[in-house]
């Protein structure tokens, strides 16, 4: 036996006392992890480097089904179009889902590291577009590698089935409900519990945030195309401007929020974008508004999108356009609001808190922000998603001192402390999946 598999076979023997125990230390998973790091370090590097759009994700795809074949699993690709599944069935017991996400952002990447991704690829437009990774999926994609990797190697100590979800198009809110209406609930066993995790730039790496109930907001993008009358500039009189008939129906929106929801319930209406328009001496035919509307209560939210109908053709009635306005919901951009079942995260972060330390599990806010795991847990099953920790623990805290922000998710500076961040979302994962399947 070599040094190196006699290091490995120790560091998983630790990980099997962990789990009999039930009493997790950091030390234990920190020599589990130690085993897989380079090899989860090598796979960053190539994923970050190679990122891919969403819903074209091909190669990205066929890289995690060689992981997971490669460990045992049974994969299954193409769901949801580049969607990956697998399963390890391991007896009887509860059916546990690890979510990761595929896809990258058309963003150019501009950290100046030595592995920045230098890609530019073609949108379904046709455009090209660098591409980054700049919301962390490559590091989610580690550490869903490294759980996986870690689960496979100490099946004596659980029972039950394992399934791998990896799902394209998060960043176009999309690739959830795709794999689901492809039958990911009934073509593969429905699972009793999913998790996925998220890296945050604006927590230290190393820290797990944990928010209970609702984490995450419902998403609707709705467009408004308003209906007037062109004309020369210089003869306001002979048109109907569609440009002040936009203005007036922007403040209007802004009442609704303030004036019409129960101040306890949050809601967000923005007007993203206005287009109207060549020339400053002419007055258009038409106007049009994109919006994005917010909240975290399903009800809340159809009330927002009947209101901002509303108030979008009495001010266009009001303005005497040629014709009602055009209110469309974008069936691609909407998206359910993500909420962490009360007893599983509670359940969990127990686990966490006695693994990485009490310390390092915090309370962290709710956001407007949407993610489409939230569609997981929508169709009926217990769900958790943790924020971990992305910047350096030392620059997080001079920038804290200035009153400053490190980059975050989104930017082009986007760059994670990647070794501490894939250890604590291996371990998130690892632990949270050894709670909730059965113990021989």
Known sequence: MTVRSFASRRALLCVAILVATAAPAARDFVRAVDAIYPDLDRLYLDLHQNPELSWHEEKTAAKMAAQLRALGYEVTTGVGKTGVVGLLRNGKGPT????????????????????ASKVVAKNDAGDNLSVMHACGHDIHMASWVGAATLLARTK??????????????EEVVSGAAAMI??????????????????DNGLLPAGQ??????????NMD????TIYGKGAHG??????????LIAAKTVVALHNIVSREIDPIDPAVITVGSIHAGTKSNIIPDQAKLQITVRSYKDEVQKQLLAAIARVAKGEALAGGATKEPLVMVDPHGTTHSTFNDEVLTQRLANVLSRT??????????QMMGSEDFSEYGHAGVPATLFWIGATDPAMFAAL?????APPSNHSSLFAPDRERTIRTGVTVLTAGAMELLAKP
Not at 99 to 109: F, G, I, K, S
Not at 234 to 243: F, L
């Open 181 to 198: 209406a492809d039958g990911l609930y009934t073509r593969f066993p429905k699972p009793d519990f999913a998790l996925a995790v998220h």
């Open 221 to 224: 993008t709705v467009d408004i």
């Open 208 to 217: 797990v945030g944990v928010v209970r109930g609702f984490a995450l907001a």
């Open 400 to 404: 804290k001192a200035k009153g400053m």
């Open 356 to 365: 990485i330390g009490e310390a390092n599990v915090v309370p962290y806010p």
């Open 156 to 169: 004596d100590n659980w029972r039950g089935t394992v399934m791998m979800v990896a799902q394209p198009a």
């Open 96 to 115: 546990v889902l690890l979510r990761t996400e595929l896809d990258a952002l058309p963003v150019e990447e501009k950290t100046g590291l030595p592995y």
């Open 234 to 243: 210089a003869s306001p009189n002979r048109s109907i401007d569609p440009v």
